[in-house]
């Protein structure tokens, strides 16, 4: 597409990030980019907590979840004793093997059935309020636009990232975020460059579709012009 034919930015806004966890008890990160500044990261634990804070988009801000938000095509379950396990038996939906062949590996969705049961579950409650939320995955976005993302578990892989992420995200100054609170910052961040028109789509529309990063229209990030 050229340069004169590409869609506008979205109008800047609230972006709200989302680390999931497959369980209420288990941490739960959560960054607000406000226009592109770092404005709240936090934890959360059930699901009502995760979704008042979702609400903080406001009626026109973009929602990003690290999670499944879909099952695979033809699985009406992820019950491991459902016929829908065998026949049609996909384990995987298109997005994930579409992630391997550009040497992004994801987990097959009904492998981290508790994770994806809960996405599901909370992208439908925010759906019934007017949200589309978007399917994100930090990995993928960190890996994409060459940043590190190695031994993010950690003290000095997340030193790495943090060092990473700051000139992009103006406001990130603490100094002692969790892996689960800079996943949600790398989750806000994409949930950016999507209002920003700087990423693409990984999966199909049916079974459901990841945000990615597109690197030919971040090739040229730099620094806190993250403005969307």
């Known amino acids: 597409m050229s340069r004169r034919s590409r869609p506008r930015p979205r109008a800047p806004g609230v972006c709200v990030g989302i680390d999931l966890a497959g369980v209420a008890h288990r941490e739960t990160g959560v960054a607000i980019l406000r226009a592109g500044r770092l404005e709240v990261l936090t934890t959360?634990?059930?699901?009502?907590?995760?979704?008042?804070?979702?609400?903080?988009?406001?009626?026109?801000?973009?929602?990003?979840?690290?999670?499944p938000l879909n099952r695979p095509l033809g699985r009406c379950c992820l019950?491991?004793?459902?016929?829908?396990?065998?026949?049609?038996?996909?384990?995987?939906?298109?997005?994930?093997?579409?992630?391997a062949r550009m040497g992004v590996p994801a987990l097959a969705t009904a492998l981290i059935k508790i994770l994806a049961r809960r996405g599901i579950r909370l992208a439908d409650a925010l759906k019934a309020e007017g949200y589309e939320p978007l399917e994100v995955y930090p990995f993928a976005t960190l890996k994409l636009l060459g940043l590190p993302w190695r031994a993010k578990r950690t003290a000095?892989?997340?030193?790495?990232?943090?060092?990473a992420l700051k000139?992009?995200?103006?406001?990130?100054?603490?100094?002692?975020?969790?892996?689960?609170?800079?996943d949600a910052i790398v989750c806000a961040l994409t949930a950016s460059l999507w209002r920003q028109r700087r990423t693409r789509?990984?999966?199909?529309?049916?079974?459901?579709?990841?945000?990615?990063?597109?690197?030919?229209?971040?090739?040229?990030?730099?620094g806190p012009g993250l403005g969307g």
């Open 44 to 67: 959360a634990g059930p699901d009502e907590e995760i979704l008042e804070l979702a609400r903080m988009a406001g009626r026109w801000g973009t929602v990003a979840i690290n999670a």
């Open 79 to 99: 019950d491991d004793d459902c016929v829908c396990r065998t026949d049609p038996g996909t384990r995987s939906r298109h997005l994930e093997r579409e992630l």
């Open 156 to 163: 000095a892989g997340r030193r790495r990232i943090r060092r």
């Open 167 to 182: 000139p992009l995200v103006p406001g990130f100054e603490r100094q002692h975020a969790c892996e689960h609170q800079l």
């Open 201 to 222: 789509g990984v999966g199909l529309p049916e079974e459901g579709v990841m945000t990615i990063p597109d690197p030919d229209l971040c090739g040229g990030l730099r």
